[in-house]
T-cell receptor, first 115, second 111 residues
Framework: KNQVEQSPQSLIILEGKNCTLQ??????????LRWYKQDTGRGPVSLTI?????NTKSNGRYTATLDADTKQSSLHITASQLSDSASYIC??????????????FGSGTRLSIRP | DTAVSQTPKYLVTQMGNDKSIKCEQN?????MYWYKQDSKKFLKIMFS???????INETVPNRFSPKSPDKAHLNLHINSLELGDSAVYFC??????????FGPGTRLTVT
């Protein structure tokens, strides 16, 4: 069964600190992996997208890594800011686009940044 | 300029009623989607349209019916609302596969 599991479920850190969020998946075959940021009361916004051949992608203070062999991804946030408080969702897609079962969402990690 | 917009933002209604949620995108994308986000925050795709043609139809109750009058609009009509339909519904659009832009969501509460 295709699954995407994220850890931790929630995380609280102090402003200015770094943190790393984890995403493990069993989706096979694999096409790409995305990280989304979802602010409270808003829709998800794409942060990074990585295909099978990419193992790292950065977007400002956000750096995503991908190990397609172990089916693991991480999202590292550097020098956290209060505006980073949000849910971070990992999404894994299988090849083909005509079936909903090929787009698997994780339940997200709720990140809270404290001043 | 809002890229993907949804109306209404909040919808409170009673069981058994019929309601619609509207979605519009001004990005010129060919593909639009409806997602449901439940209380556990899982996002699940419900439908996807490409150039007004249904391409994804996940196993949702047939009380849910999407309608796409043109490729910039994808509306969701729900008949005979049930308590379990309470959730946040997100519309999204994309041009490049897997790169989706989400709307702000519609919080549906069925009482």
């Amino acid at each position: 069964k295709n699954q995407v599991e994220q850890s931790p479920q929630s995380l609280i850190i102090l402003e200015g600190k770094n943190c790393t969020l984890q995403c493990n998946y069993t989706v096979s075959p694999f096409s790409n992996l995305r990280w989304y940021k979802q602010d409270t009361g808003r829709g998800p916004v794409s942060l990074t997208i990585m295909t099978f051949s990419e193992n790292t992608k950065s977007n400002g203070r956000y750096t995503a890594t991908l190990d397609a062999d172990t089916k693991q991804s991480s999202l590292h946030i550097t020098a956290s800011q209060l505006s980073d408080s949000a849910s971070y969702i990992c999404v894994v897609s299988a090849p083909g686009y005509s079936s909903a079962s090929k787009i698997i969402f994780g339940s997200g990690t709720r990140l809270s940044i404290r001043p | 300029d809002t890229a993907v917009s949804q109306t209404p933002k909040y919808l409170v209604t009673q069981m058994g009623n019929d309601k619609s949620i509207k979605c519009e995108q001004n990005l010129g994308h060919d593909t639009m989607y409806w997602y449901k986000q439940d209380s556990k925050k899982f996002l699940k795709i419900m439908f996807s349209y490409n150039n007004k043609e249904l391409i994804i139809n996940e196993t949702v109750p047939n009380r849910f019916s999407p309608k796409s009058p043109d490729k910039a609009h994808l509306n969701l009509h729900i008949n005979s609302l049930e308590l379990g339909d309470s959730a946040v519904y997100f519309c999204a659009s994309s041009q490049v596969p897997y790169e989706q832009y989400f709307g702000p969501g519609t919080r549906l509460t069925v009482t």
